[in-house]
Structure formats: structure tokens, C-alpha cells
């Protein structure tokens, strides 16, 4: 694997709620096709479920939301058809929310897969 933490974004919590960044300037991404990050699941996290979710024009999309599955321990990459966000405006991506559901107390890592950027799309 090639990660070596220097362009992940660590998020830790033991209240719920999920690591997001929003008020990006817009991201055109109607010319792709799959939405393509990575994720390490800390300490309790093996098989929760995450929630992937994108914003478009400043609002979050939650009725349009994917979840991925974590592995515990181990850096795991994703890439979710963007088809499967129907709601999303794609001409205008403008925020990603990733959100551990079915426990309170997780700690997750966010990275793309290209290891340079926290949000990537691909083609």
C-alpha cells in the first residue's frame, strides 16, 4: 500500500457525527464516473458501515447517500459508481461527508486514491 499518512485526514469522535469538508468551491464531475477515495478503520471499526455522502450546491444530499463497508487496521479503497448519486447536482460537487454508523466511538483516516487529494474523482 501506498499510503504514508501525510495526506490523510485523521477524524476521531466518541459522540457519532461523521468527517466532512464543505463550502468547496463547486467541482464540475459530470465527466466522470465513480466518486474514488480510501479509508482506514481504526480500533472497533471492523464491518460498521460507512456513509458516503456528496453535496452539491452548498446542500448535503442525504436522500441519495452510498455506505462502504471498513476493514479494521488496513487502508481499503472505494470507488461508488456516481450514477448511485442521483440527487446530486454534478455539475456543482461542493461538499463529501463520511459518516461510521451503528456505533458512537470509531476513528477513521480519509485519503483518495490517487494520494494527493482528500476528494477525487475518477474516471
Known amino acids: ?11 476521531t469522535t466518541s ?4 468527517v ?20 482506514f478503520g481504526g480500533p472497533g ?3 460498521a458501515q460507512v456513509a458516503a455522502i456528496l453535496g ?15 476493514v479494521e ?5 472505494y470507488e461508488i459508481d456516481l450514477a448511485n ?3 446530486v447536482n454534478l455539475t456543482n460537487v461542493t461538499r463529501w461527508i463520511f459518516k461510521v454508523e451503528g456505533i458512537t466511538s470509531s476513528t477513521i483516516y480519509v485519503a483518495s486514491q490517487k494520494g494527493s487529494y482528500l476528494f477525487c474523482m475518477a474516471s
Open 1 to 11: 500500500q501506498f499510503y504514508s499518512g501525510n495526506v490523510s485526514w485523521k477524524f
Open 15 to 18: 459522540a457519532g457525527g461523521g
Open 20 to 39: 466532512s469538508a464543505g463550502g468547496m468551491t463547486g467541482i464540475n464531475a459530470s465527466s466522470t464516473n465513480v466518486f474514488a477515495f480510501s479509508l
Open 45 to 47: 471499526t471492523d464491518g
Open 56 to 70: 452539491s450546491d452548498g446542500g448535503d444530499k442525504w436522500d441519495s447517500y452510498n455506505s462502504v463497508t471498513l
Open 73 to 77: 487496521g488496513k487502508w481499503t479503497e
Open 85 to 87: 448519486y442521483p440527487t
